[in-house]
């Protein structure tokens, strides 16, 4: 048996003295997953650090992660450290990240990197649902292994998907299976590369494109490429270790923030800790 742990959050716009700004409404937590408190470093925009004091995943644990944002709403999520899922005896660990986003209403969504050790058994899902002009800007990063001290994953086994819907209609729907050393090396795949990522920004036109485009050439040390479908860019990033993935995101958050959202991108302070 292994630890049950749900977080359901909820933010709302409030008016207050200086303006509106976004609160957290509403807290439900059950087992080790927490949140201390929301941030406002930038003004009216909320800043969120859920935690997981445990500090690592392992077979049969089972964690959910519920955000809504309300209309109008403006929230940046992202976490103090990396999610680290460890060697299991045969248990698969478990998580759930379920995000819904209000008309009018802002999600940025930077979490650092989840990280799988050699045996371990992951199954996790992403799903960001918006109503109507609702918008996103955020990524996803997994390394297989621990590419920094040479360790592969050469046994274990990750289904990780990640769903953006629009009005209930997909809009982007990826799924990554991994199963041994083998799955890591086909050159339709990984291509040997461990850390592999994902960043969505929505409300993107062909300007952003372009910005997006430069962002990559200035970024040395990882395999990328990026795409507008429709009003959504897709970036994708494959790396031989999560820092090159992680500079390339946060630069292209940088350039892309002020496009998509009209806020300076301000880096959370917790990054620099």
């Known amino acids: ?135 996103f800007l955020g990524w996803e990063v997994l390394s297989l292994g621990r590419p920094v001290i040479g360790e592969r994953f050469g046994h274990g086994a990750l289904d990780a998907a990640l769903r953006l819907l629009r009005d209930g209609r997909v809009r982007l729907s990826e799924r990554l299976r991994v199963a041994g050393a083998a799955d890591l090396d086909r050159p339709t795949g990984l291509r040997g590369m461990p850390v592999v990522g994902t960043l969505i920004a929505t409300g993107a036109i062909a300007e952003d494109l372009d910005a997006a485009r430069a962002a990559l050439g200035r970024c040395a040390g990882a395999l990328t490429g990026v795409t507008l479908l429709d009003d959504l860019l897709v970036a994708r990033a494959l790396a031989d270790s999560t820092e090159p993935v992680q500079r390339l995101f946060c630069a292209l958050w940088e350039a892309l923030r002020p496009r998509v959202l009209g806020l300076t991108a301000v880096p959370p302070r917790i990054w620099a800790t």
Do not use: N
Request: hydrophobic residues 40%; contains cysteine.
């Open 1 to 135: 048996m292994g630890w049950r742990a749900e977080l359901h959050l909820r933010c709302e716009q409030r008016s207050g003295s200086s303006g509106p700004r976004t609160v957290l409404a509403r807290k439900h937590q059950l087992g080790p997953l927490t949140l201390q408190r929301a941030f406002h470093p930038e003004g009216a925009p909320c800043h969120l650090y859920p935690l997981h004091p445990p500090g690592g995943i392992v077979g049969g644990d089972e964690l959910e992660l519920r955000l809504d944002v309300a209309t109008a709403a403006h929230v940046l999520v992202t976490t103090p450290g990396a999610a680290k899922f460890y060697r299991t005896a045969g248990g698969t660990a478990r998580q759930d990240q379920l995000l819904s986003v209000a008309p009018g209403g802002v999600l940025e969504w930077l979490p650092q990197p989840g990280i799988l050790f050699p045996g371990a058994r992951a199954m996790t899902r992403t799903e960001i649902h918006l109503t109507a002009d609702a918008r």
